[in-house]
């Protein structure tokens, strides 16, 4: 008997089963590093708090401070409960105001994990996240700020592996993007695609879905493979597909988070 309750103990059912891929339905920043993938996951961290604080990549409202007038009280109350009422509010404030009892703070960025070696991809709550990675990419190229971090992709869009529900994310995503600027003109495009651990969706077939959309949303738009104003990128990690748009993209040298100079080194 002690034999079966010992084998019990170590039943599949029992043991803990890791997420290895990105889940759909979220946003973020995804990133490729060159291994040592926790340290560049503190990489990332470090420089998305440092520009969450600018108020025009942050979406987050500000806190409403809390009401301090108290509601009136009947005219029958004692006064006895008067002061045990202020009792208790001088205590409530004394115990906030400690520094051991902190207001807890809302995590705002969280990893996700890719199942891909070499990859990261942290969810980012309340931001824009075009913005925040173009400003990324331009702090890092100034100066030195990633030693592992490679190239940063905002993903506005991820969901699983499915060709119908991708054209439909392609076709909103197109419709949003290629709209005329203020002298009448579309802007030019190009395409990025790249599939790691996944065999499923080849880049004939997302460059076709893609050139279908602009037929229809803006035939007049054209592409540009050098200097394209919009880059629209597929990124397939195992079985999560994530969609978004990168501007300036290979002005940018294609969002690499490495100075100029350690980049032209390499």
Partial sequence: MANNDRKRK???WNQKVKQKSVEPGVTGLFFSCEGHEKQALQE???????????PTISTASE????ATEAPEKPAN?????????SLKKACDDQRQAKPGNPKKKERRCIQRPTGVKNTI???????KIELLSEKMVEMAQKSPRCRYLQRVYPVEHTLIVDLSKMNEILMKVISDTLKAGDDGKLPTYSVEFKARNNDSVVKSTVLQMVDDAVSVLAPTAKVNLNHADVTFFVQVSRTTIMIGVCRRFYERRKYSLRPVKEAAAE
């Fill in 10 to 12: 170590y039943n599949n």
């Fill in 44 to 54: 990332a961290y470090s420089i998305i708090d440092e520009l969450l604080e600018d």
């Fill in 63 to 66: 806190p409403v401070p809390e």
């Fill in 77 to 85: 109350d004692s006064d006895e409960e008067d002061i045990a009422d």
């Fill in 121 to 127: 991809f942290v969810s980012v709550k309340n931001a």
